[in-house]
């Protein structure tokens, strides 16, 4: 039992906490609404209108003109225009009439003659609802001088029709046959064959009620012609229906159609005629001519067969909203769980995501920390390059030159003073080449990395520092290595070569060059002191080495060092 009051509390309590919730949200969107721009109003409604939502439609579009001064005057008819007929398609007269007014007074402003003819179409039909026949007549021959003005023809045949039937149902027949056959020509004008089929489907009774039965015949025949072109089996069944019974009074007929037997005429007039592209009377003018041989009888039963299945749907109804009552609670509660988990499970994404976007940030910042340790790591080479550089330039060359300068200075007598000198400027030649050739870039265009390496060692070997001895493998040819490996291969050998005899304070190195297998390997071996750890030993090697996919194995110790780089062709 308190399970069922609990339950019974609950359905309520959602239900009223539903009704609230949603109630605010239409307040907070009206607040929202009051500050959204004119124009976007407008726009807003005029969309809703194309959905058919009229009731969105009206509440936008006049919301809209509530702020007008920031809508212009085409804007404005369009919006009056819209409410126009949409006021209409809910039956509300009334209003259809006040705007139609506005509408007519801005499309006059405007010149535009198609909205005008427009406004005084939808009036006349507003008057006519609501009674008001001698001023929905006037509303029809406005409209249709205006729309014979810009040769609307589809439009005059309308309000032509209308004025036909409506003097057609008052019984004054002469009245009516001029429209009617205004209408029929227009309609031909516009070159519709559905408009002039729906215009002598109307303009047939008018014959019928002036005894001129052959005209009549004749239009629905006609009729039929252009449903049949058109392949309408709806408006087909119409005309044949009224046709039939035409021709039954008349006693011209020989046999009822079977299927005229199978389709109760009045039947298919009251679920066909509504959407005729003609709008009038003509259905009430079938039902006229149709009620008086209607069989009270057929009609009695019809009538209890709509009330058994009215009770029928009536039943169904209730146990459905019997099953539906039950199954809300266990409804509301399902969806206040679903939502409870789907706002779990959104601030476990949310959380995820901001981890990921911070160890997103943190991966930047250490692959920015990574570049800039780089980017001074060489800056700082080049800077000890350029440092060792001036210090040979002035450390050697330039001492050499002051000796030399001095000795010039005193007097040379022997020759062999004056050879000690030449030989000394020689060295001092020597040096300066080595040191070129350590900046200058080679010239794989006229050598090999082989050629080249071999007068690299030579030129080293002048300068006293180190005895490099270098071997090479005679059966490769090394043209054929690109010039950009060839290049690399020389820089690394220059940046061993010298971190052997300036770091390790090496006196013999050994470099070979070989082709092994489908790699191209140098080896280099020296008698220096060693590195100490080998991870910090030569970075812009290890830097030119990695940019080619190359590998390198460093071996240090007491005994010296021992450099194998391996590159794949």
């Known amino acids: 039992m308190k399970q069922f009051h609990f339950a019974n509390f609950s359905f309520f309590f959602f239900l009223f906490f539903y009704l609230f919730v949603q109630n605010c949200f239409t307040q907070t969107e009206l607040k929202k609404e009051s500050f959204i721009p004119a124009d976007s109003l407008f726009t807003k409604g005029v969309q809703y209108f194309k959905e058919k939502n009229i009731d969105s439609t009206i509440h936008y579009l006049l919301l809209s003109l509530n702020n007008e001064n920031y809508l212009d005057d085409n804007d404005k008819k369009q919006a009056y225009s819209y409410l126009m007929r949409s006021y209409r398609t809910i039956g509300e007269n009334e209003n259809t009439l006040v705007y139609g007014k506005k509408l007519l007074n801005t499309a006059q402003l405007l010149r535009d003659t198609a909205a005008m003819e427009l406004s005084y179409f939808f009036s006349a039909r507003a008057h006519e609802s609501l009674g008001n026949n001698a001023e929905a007549m006037d509303c029809y021959k406005a409209s249709i001088a205006a729309a014979l003005s810009i040769k609307d023809y589809p439009s005059a045949a309308k309000s032509s029709n209308s004025i036909a039937t409506y003097y057609n149902l008052l019984g004054e027949h002469e009245k009516a046959l001029p429209y009617g056959k205004s209408a029929l020509e227009y309609a031909e004008k516009s070159g519709d064959m559905f408009q002039i089929g729906s215009t002598l489907l109307q303009t047939a009774p008018i014959y019928y009620g002036l005894k001129e039965y052959d005209n009549c015949v004749n239009a629905y025949k006609k009729a039929l012609e252009c449903y049949r072109e058109l ?15 035409v021709l039954t009074q008349l006693g011209s007929s020989n046999v009822i159609l079977e299927k005229a037997k199978k389709v109760d005429a009045k039947e298919i007039l009251d679920t066909g005629m509504d959407s005729l592209a003609v709008p009038g009377s003509y259905q009430d003018i079938q039902l006229k001519l149709l009620t008086a041989d209607v069989n009270v009888t057929d009609k009695s039963l019809k009538l209890e067969a709509l009330q058994e299945d009215y009770y029928k749907k009536q039943a169904t109804a209730l146990k459905q909203r019997i099953w539906f009552i039950s199954a809300l609670s266990l409804l509301l509660v399902t969806l206040l769980i679903l939502l409870y988990n789907r706002q779990r499970q959104k601030a476990k994404m949310e959380k995820i995501t901001r981890l990921s976007e911070q160890r997103k940030n943190e991966y930047l910042l250490l692959q920015q920390d990574s570049e800039q340790k780089m980017i001074r790591k060489y800056v700082e080479g080049l800077e000890t390059e350029r440092e060792r550089i001036s210090k040979e330039l002035h450390d050697g060359i330039c001492n050499d030159l002051l000796a030399l300068e001095m000795a010039f200075k005193n007097d040379i007598s022997t020759k062999k003073e004056i050879q000690k000198h030449l030989d000394f400027l020689e060295k001092t030649r020597a040096n300066i080449r080595h ?33 490099v001895k270098y071997y090479c493998d005679d059966d490769y040819n090394f043209a054929n290595l690109s010039k950009e490996l060839a290049f690399e291969i020389y820089r690394i050998v220059q940046e061993t070569v010298g971190n052997a005899v300036k770091h390790a304070q090496a006196s013999e190195i050994v470099l070979k060059l070989a082709k092994i297998d489908n790699e191209i390997q140098i080896f280099t071996s020296d008698n220096g002191k060693g590195f100490g750890k080998t991870k910090n030993y030569g970075y812009s090697i290890s830097e030119r080495v990695k940019s080619l996919n190359g590998s390198m194995d460093i071996t240090s110790g007491e005994m010296g060092t021992s450099i194998k780089i391996a590159f794949n062709l």
């Open 435 to 467: 040191i070129s050739h350590e900046l200058m870039p080679p010239q794989f265009q006229y050598a090999t990395i082989d050629e080249i390496l071999k007068d690299y060692i030579l030129q080293y070997n002048t300068t006293d520092k180190c005895l």
């Open 231 to 245: 392949k309408n089996e709806q408006y087909l069944k119409i005309t044949e229906a009224a046709l039939d019974w």
